[in-house]
């Protein structure tokens, strides 16, 4: 004899984003290190040789930070404001803009502030006490300096200006390599490539992306973003450029003469950081909105969304996606870390913890397998029926439908109600449990029709019972009051539910005629 198969009941899936492996990617990061700082942050830099330090630059000041330890190992303090103060690709030297038209290089390594020093103290005759002395200074530009970058060859600083300069800087002898009126408003973001030692990627608040070829001194692409460029970023094969700006994000191919690839604006105020992952699959952007944005590049979608208390103006992510580094403009710089899932780790701790005697310790059972020649007989546990259910084994369906519909099931658990009645549709014996129902109970079930067929996980199933309702019952209508005022509000409610149908069909299909139009003026 078979087993009684009880009711199952199908969980109806919850509204909102449905978390993909993207998604539990960027969730899994831990609470985040807050460091306060003394003014906004507008630049932040990560080392790409370990011990991947971070250079953070804020008002007067650049502060450099273990990205293990979250302290400040260097600092720098100027009389003046510095920007964009970037790393060399080997992490040896720094390079900083500054307000009063000049850009400088600085030392990273101890050793080589120490050589500096030496060198001084013996050129003086006397010893002197340490100064973070500049190694270059290059002050040929007539506007504060924002973009500071080194080259691919590491022997060239890049340079761009308020004065819609774009400068090369020779690192050994600190000449002027290339000079260029690239723009005609204030360049405020740039880059450079990292496969090739002569592009260089310049976006300017004359709301135009320009790159630029070192070997000819030229301009070689151009293309309009629509609003003033906060950030750009090159791929790393420079066939493809992002750039930033308003509350839009787009995507630009260079093989094609600067073909808009994609926009995205899922930003409410103005973006004004972007980031690559470790392995450039998605694109991180940061705004005055308070979020970062995370996109996978394979088809742009919204993979993420992290917010912070305050606007952020600047954004960086260490290697392997390790910890993200966020510059907000009241002055706090967070580190997020990833969690580590280490099961070494968490073991280890455990023993730390638990290094002293324990008398009453707990000592696990011997756990026995059974062999091969062993006769098994298996305890099977009475399994414990819900009330409809054993009307259901007992095929009492007026009674298992009078169970489903008890106060507790149907306001707290409807799916329960709507599962109860699909199965008896498909024992065919639902018109038998809703024949011959009592005033009272007739009332109930049309109660609950009304309240819950609007909901869509529900309304087919409520709809097929309203029919056979009114199939039973046709020739009772005008015998109850009370029943028939209920037929009434039902009919009330399934009018205002096809009455607002009507008015969401209405507004997406004028929603689609604007998002053609759209499509084909950005065409």
Request: with cysteine; net charge positive.
């Amino acid at each position: 004899m078979s087993s009684f198969k009880q009711l199952q009941v199908l969980k109806q899936p919850k509204p909102g984003q449905i978390l993909t492996d993207s998604a539990l990617y960027w969730k899994d990061y831990e609470f985040p290190t807050i460091i306060n700082e003394y003014g906004g942050i507008n630049h932040i830099d990560v080392s790409e040789v370990k011990p991947n330090y971070v250079v953070a630059t804020h008002a007067s000041r650049v502060h450099i930070y273990d990205s293990y330890k979250k302290t400040a190992i260097k600092s720098f303090s100027f009389s003046e404001n510095a920007y964009s103060a970037s790393f060399r690709r080997d992490g040896k030297l720094m390079c900083v803009g500054f307000d009063s038209n000049h850009a400088k290089v600085y030392p990273i390594m101890e050793e080589q502030q120490k050589d500096m020093d030496l060198e001084e103290a013996e050129s003086s005759g006397s010893a002197s006490k340490p100064k973070k002395r500049p190694l270059r200074k290059f002050d040929d530009h007539l506007g504060p300096v924002h973009v500071c970058k080194f080259m691919r060859n590491l022997y060239q600083v890049m340079t761009a200006s308020d004065d819609a300069h774009v400068r090369i800087f020779d690192l050994a002898t600190s000449s002027t390599i290339m000079k260029l009126k690239a723009h005609k408003d204030y360049i405020r973001s740039g880059c450079t490539s990292i496969s090739s030692d002569d592009l260089i990627l310049t976006g300017s608040y004359d709301h135009t992306v320009k790159m630029t070829d070192c070997r000819i001194n030229s301009v070689v692409m151009s293309v309009d973003h629509g609003e003033p460029v906060e950030n750009v970023l090159m791929f790393p094969s420079s066939n493809m450029i992002i750039s930033c700006g308003g509350n839009s994000i787009k995507i630009w191919d260079v093989l094609k003469g600067g073909n808009l690839i994609h926009t995205m604006i899922n930003h409410h105020k103005t973006v004004t950081s972007l980031a690559f992952s470790h392995n450039y699959k998605y694109l991180l952007s940061a705004g005055l909105d308070r979020h970062i944005k995370v996109f996978d590049l394979a088809n742009y979608d919204l993979v993420n969304t992290i917010d912070y208390p305050s606007s952020i103006l600047s954004l960086g992510i260490l290697p392997e996606d390790r910890s993200l580094i966020v510059g907000m403009n009241d002055g706090l710089l967070s580190f997020r870390d990833r969690k580590t899932n280490n099961f070494d780790q968490q073991k280890s701790s455990l023993k730390s913890k638990n290094t002293g005697f324990n008398p009453y310790k707990y000592v696990s059972p011997t756990v026995f397998s059974a062999s091969a020649t062993d006769h098994l007989i298996l305890h099977e546990a009475k399994p414990h029926l819900k009330s409809y259910d054993k009307q259901l084994k007992k095929f009492n369906s007026t009674a298992a439908l009078d169970e489903a519909l008890s106060l507790k099931t149907r306001v707290h658990t409807p799916q329960v109600t709507i599962g109860v009645m699909q199965e008896l549709i498909r024992r065919g014996t639902i018109k038998a449990a809703l024949a011959g129902k009592s005033e009272k109970s007739l009332g109930i079930l049309i109660k609950f029709i009304q309240r819950n067929i609007s909901n869509p996980n529900f309304t087919a199933t409520l709809t097929d019972i309203s029919n056979i309702l009114l199939d039973l019952y046709l020739n009772d209508i005008g015998k109850y009051a009370a029943i028939d005022d209920l037929f009434v509000r039902l009919k009330k409610t399934i009018d205002s539910e096809i009455q607002y149908q009507t008015n969401l069909f209405q507004i997406i299909g004028a929603l689609e005629t604007i998002f053609v139009a759209q499509n084909n003026i950005t065409k």
